[in-house]
């Protein structure tokens, strides 16, 4: 009775919280008294057209970028200059381009690994190469330079780097927009299976499933 009460009460507060959020960029209202509510392990899909904010709104969770009003709550707690460096290490961010730092591929993965965030976490190069293997990619991408490999490659690579960051709270912005058929669905696959909080930008229809609570519009 205790812990169905506990797990009642508990369920009223979301992971992630937009409380009457208003932003402004350039000359464009992207967000206008936005409320949202994510639980501990919703799945997400940011399918607004095409400028409407969706990225913004991922960097809005990041603390990358401030709303004009209103607040960003992450478990109950307000995003302030003082926090959001300790609730980014709780959120693994798969940007639009997959930005890896320039260097070769096996080296980028050993340093963001040796990054204090990401120090306790197990990782060696063997791990590295049994995901390349899991996700139909050559030995050999380890040791081209991260600013030579494919979009596609590009993508499953960020991929096996959220799965090794293990992080509770995934942000994806058009995860799967350069892989094939098979492996996209594979990806959708992993985020339906996953527990983790996910909250995914994609125009893709494969990701209109009914698993995702889909969100089209931000302003009222
Ligand atoms: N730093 C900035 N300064 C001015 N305008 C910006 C800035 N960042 C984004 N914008 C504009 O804000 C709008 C929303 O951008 P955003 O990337 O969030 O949209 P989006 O919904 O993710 O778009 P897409 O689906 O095309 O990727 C766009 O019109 C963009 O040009």
Redesign the pocket.
Known sequence: MFRLFCLTFFDRHPMIRFKDVSLS??N?Q?LKNFNLRIGKGDKVLLA?Q????????LRLILGFTDPDAGKILFNKKALTPENTQKIRRQIAYLS?DVDFPNGKVSEVFQEIFQFSANKHLPYSETMLREKLSAFDLPESLLSKNTSVISGGERQRLGWILIQLLDRPVLLLDEPTSAMDEKQKQRFIDYVLKTKKTVVC?S?DPAWQIPEMKVITNFTP
């Open positions: 960029l350039g464009k992207l607004a095409s400028g409407s904010g969706k990225t913004s709104l639009q930008v125009h």
